[in-house]
């Protein structure tokens, strides 16, 4: 069934603040593919990080990436984790030192933690005016 999965810096505007993400890197992929072949539904390791998102009642949805008016790139199972980045919120803490180590370090290569700055994501915010999407489409 098709789904409608919004760009993260879209989310964060909609926020109006930083967003939480994680991609997901299988090291059997061929590094010099442009389109990997993966079935991210099927990732083990994305599938334990969701279970522990929803055991934690820590709200997650599939996102895109950074919208760009040049092309996409692969999905990369990433989701966005409807979570602020706060160090006084302990189910911030506890998801950051889930994937972390105490360094800052990741603990698992293969799911790489980032946040998005809602200045950064505010680049693209002409994207959301009415029929900004149509319109670069006819000009393909």
Avoid at 15 to 40: G, T
Avoid at 64 to 82: C, H, K, L, T, V
Avoid at 103 to 116: H, K, M, P, Q, T
Wanted: charge should be negative; charged fraction near 30%; aromatic fraction near 12%.
């Amino acid at each position: 069934m098709p789904a409608l999965i919004e760009y993260i810096d879209a989310i964060a505007r909609k926020k109006q603040r930083d967003v939480l993400f994680v991609e997901f890197h299988p090291q059997d992929d061929d590094e010099d593919s442009c389109f990997p072949r993966h079935d991210w539904e099927q990732n083990p390791k994305r599938q334990t990080f969701l279970h522990w998102l929803d055991g934690h009642a820590i709200a997650w949805c599939s996102c895109a990436a950074f919208a760009s008016e040049n092309g996409f790139e692969s999905s990369m199972g990433r989701i966005y984790i409807d979570l602020p980045m706060d160090e006084t919120d302990p189910t911030y803490c506890k998801l950051r030192d889930y994937l972390e180590h105490p360094d800052g370090s990741l603990r698992d290569e293969a799911i790489r933690f980032y946040v998005l700055p809602l200045e950064m994501a505010m680049r693209n915010a002409h994207h959301d005016e009415p029929g900004f999407w149509e319109r670069r489409a006819e000009e393909f």
